[in-house]
């Protein structure tokens, strides 16, 4: 409230202002739903995934009331007065002045089918999970604490081809040398990376292998996942906010929607951190 009440006030002060009126700023009838309230809205539909019409019946008010309140607050939730990291450049150099390890892991995110006719209805197909949905990539240190959510691409996207669009090659060969863990979805980023991003190992035998490289490769394979098996914490963590679960709304919102989650989250994460280092 401390941080997000100003912002919206002169938010909306700002937009008052912008359109033409015929009374002064101020007059005319008052917010049934206040500032907090809308931020305690917002709050409860991200955590459970509560249904506009729903929150409407709590609170007294139209649904349309909602959903405007939630469509203005959900953004400012990415926004902090503290430090931050906005970017995945950021994230990068992050993790390489403080000498971690960063994990990078795609996750998807149900929605509702497109309508019949629309062009692009089949782009949100998951050849994953055979479902309509769309992805974000995460990235998480070496202790599972969420770094970073990239905007969302449709499902049909695969994860290397989303890393690459988010210009991660171009950042890792640009900025610190750090080390990047990945699932074998990112398989040919270790070669454009200089080896920044370690996949599991290849396997060479596709038939008849012998038994001590059965045992080699399994063994390699099972350290990997070992040390990558965090990411896969970050986003149980993230999916704990039912609305990623399934997100029955506009998916040109869900951008927002994942990225003020990993802004809660992250802020969750280190409030818990400072409390079990005073402790």
Known sequence: MAELGPLWHEQHQARLASRPR??????????????????????????????HDVLACWFGVDRSTITRAIGEVRPLLTVS????????????????????????????IRVRRPAVGRRD??????????QNAVKTMVVTDGDGRVLFCSPTRPGSCADITHARQLGLVKILAD??????????????????????VITPPHRKFKK????????????????????????????????????????????EHMSHTVQA????LSQ???ADLTSARRA
């Open 22 to 51: 015929k009374r002064a700023i101020g007059a005319g009838a008052k917010h049934r739903l206040v500032f907090v309230d809308r931020l305690l809205a917002t709050l409860v539909h991200l955590r459970h995934g509560v249904t």
């Open 81 to 108: 007065s503290g430090v931050r990291l906005r970017t995945l450049a950021e994230v990068i150099a992050h993790l390489g002045a403080s000498g971690k390890t960063g994990i990078i892991d795609g996750t998807e």
């Open 121 to 130: 209805r089949d782009r949100f197909i998951s050849g994953k999970s055979k």
């Open 175 to 196: 900025g610190p040398a750090v080390e990047i863990l990945a699932d074998a979805g990112y398989q040919g980023l270790g070669a454009q990376t200089g080896g920044r």
């Open 208 to 251: 008849n292998a012998p038994d001590w490289y059965e045992e080699m490769h399994e063994r390699q394979r099972k350290a990997h996942s070992s040390r990558r098996i965090r990411v896969e914490h970050g986003i149980a963590h993230l999916k704990n906010w039912r609305v990623l679960t399934r997100h029955l709304g506009r998916r």
């Open 261 to 264: 989650v990993a802004g809660l």
């Open 268 to 270: 969750q994460q280190t």
